[in-house]
């Protein structure tokens, strides 16, 4: 299962890719927004620290300006993956964009049959977001297994990347649904370490080591 960071922000990026951990990252106009810097130069920045699929979401809303915005995406770093939204437009961008041999990561999908199209306009990701059906009393999780199986059983190679994740059961969840990526918040990424007895555990270890020994360190 891949771990890809839901944010634009370096800091988290670099944080986060330090434990080797960070398959990809991604990223969305509102995300972008926040850090202020122009897309290009971003998105950039974000691929010198990973070394995996980078998301970068196109902000026109016609498919002919979504192609053009797509290539120009794609042209910024071979690890880009272009972002384009699920609605009719954005699906014959995807369409058209794939077909060049461009990568497209099919965003806002809230529906098993609104991935299908994902899937047969050639998308190399649909992003399912879990946490925002969730928040309006519809389950996230069932969205990700009936995608997962519909893919199956017609062979579709699109990979499912498990979106708008809140917490680490969310995580838990899509792995066990099949979800090939799970894109997380840092602070999800971070909970992800957590749990009350393994620190409990290791200040028990440590002192009963220290009553002997009198040293922490090895060697
Ligand atoms: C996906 O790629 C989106 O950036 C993201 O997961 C949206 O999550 P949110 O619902 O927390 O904004």
Do not use: W
Not at 155 to 178: D, F, M, N, Q, W
Request: with cysteine.
């Amino acid at each position: 299962m891949k771990f890809f960071l839901d944010t634009a922000n370096l800091e988290e990026i670099r944080a986060g890719a330090e434990f080797g951990l960070v398959d990809g990252v991604t990223t969305n106009p509102s995300l972008i927004a926040k850090e202020g810097r122009p897309m290009h130069e971003h998105i950039r920045a974000i691929c010198d620290i990973v070394d995996g699929d980078i998301s970068a979401e196109v902000v026109s809303t016609t498919a002919r300006e979504m192609i053009l915005e797509g290539r120009s995406l794609a042209r910024i770093h071979p690890n880009v993956v272009v972002k384009c939204p699920l609605i009719p437009e954005g699906i014959k961008a995807t369409r058209a964009l794939s077909s060049e041999g461009v990568r497209v990561n099919v965003t806002l999908c809230f529906t098993p049959v609104q991935a299908l199209l994902a899937a047969k306009a050639g998308a190399y990701i649909i992003s399912p977001f879990i946490g925002r059906l969730d928040d309006i009393a519809a389950s996230g999780m069932d969205l990700i297994r009936h995608i997962v199986q519909i893919y199956r059983n017609y062979g579709y190679p699109t990979k499912v990347l498990a979106a708008s994740i809140r917490g680490p059961l969310h995580v838990l969840e899509v792995g066990l649904a099949g979800a090939h990526i799970a894109t997380m918040p840092y602070k999800v990424f971070q909970s992800l370490f957590k749990h009350p007895l393994t620190d409990k555990g290791l200040a028990a270890f440590l002192a009963d080591y220290q009553k002997v020994f009198q040293e922490t360190t090895v060697g």
